[in-house]
């Protein structure tokens, strides 16, 4: 079965700096999505930004981006210009590509010092 | 709203009473999910309709849960004789079509569920 890793239980960082949150998973497949989700004090999940296992161009979406390493199963996500709306549940989420299910790792909790 | 529905917001509920969550999805969208979400952890996997069919539902923790979308629409998450360890949020997710993997889920808000 896949497994998704989140390392960082908390992290912070100043408002307009970077930040950098570390995901791994494990798999034996070779077809497969990546996302990550906010998850604000609302609880709704809000996607912030997907990768397709076959490309091998980081995505990007304005101020976030993501360090995809296939070989190391590793999908970082960083958030540049870190702004207060920013803070939220961060997750990592793995798709199989015959799959449907989203498997999650356990989350970090961003937080943005003004 | 445009966005996934799900009620009620907040349930309480008595250690044996049988309880039922409600999520109405995006119009269109075929696919249907619903996640278990135990505080401080991230969302784990229920069961999946495509249309009223219930395709997946290898996550549901015991015979005691129960899910059924019966027009291929809105659904119904039930929970029969709940315990304690049924405390969670509980997250319903729609997306458009089942043909593409690369499709986005989208989430409702959730129901929180407290087991006294």
């Known amino acids: 079965a896949q497994t998704v890793t989140q390392s960082q239980p908390e992290m912070s960082v100043q408002e307009a700096e970077t930040v950098t949150l570390s995901c791994t998973y494990d798999?034996?497949?070779?077809?497969?999505?990546l996302f990550w989700y906010k998850q604000p004090p609302s609880r709704q999940m809000i996607l912030v930004i997907r990768q397709e296992a076959y490309k091998q161009q980081n995505a990007t979406e304005n101020r976030f981006s993501v360090n995809f390493q296939k070989a190391a199963k590793s999908f970082s996500l960083k958030i540049s210009d870190s702004q207060l709306g920013d803070a939220a549940m961060y997750f990592c989420?793995?798709?199989?590509?015959?799959?449907?299910?989203?498997?999650f790792g356990q989350g970090t909790r961003l937080t943005i010092n003004p | 709203g445009a966005g996934v529905s799900q009620s009620p917001r907040y349930k309480v509920a008595k250690r044996g009473q049988d309880v039922a969550l409600r999520c109405d999805p995006i119009?269109?969208?075929?696919?249907l999910f619903w996640y278990q979400q135990a505080l401080g952890q991230g969302p784990e996997f229920l069961t999946y309709?495509?249309?009223?069919?219930?395709?997946?539902k290898s996550g549901l923790p015991s015979d005691r849960f129960f899910a059924e979308r019966p027009e291929g629409s809105v659904s119904t998450l039930k929970i029969q004789r709940t315990q304690q360890e049924d405390s969670a949020v509980y997250l319903c997710?729609?997306?458009?079509?089942?043909?593409?993997?690369?499709?986005?889920?989208?989430f409702g808000d959730g129901t929180r569920l407290s087991i006294l």
């Open positions: 997710a729609s997306s458009f079509w089942t043909g593409m993997s690369n499709q986005p889920q989208h």
């Open positions: 798999t034996s497949e070779s077809d497969y999505y």
């Open positions: 119009s269109g969208h075929v696919s």
């Open positions: 989420a793995y798709r199989s590509g015959v799959d449907q299910k989203l498997v």
């Open positions: 309709f495509q249309n009223e069919a219930q395709l997946d």
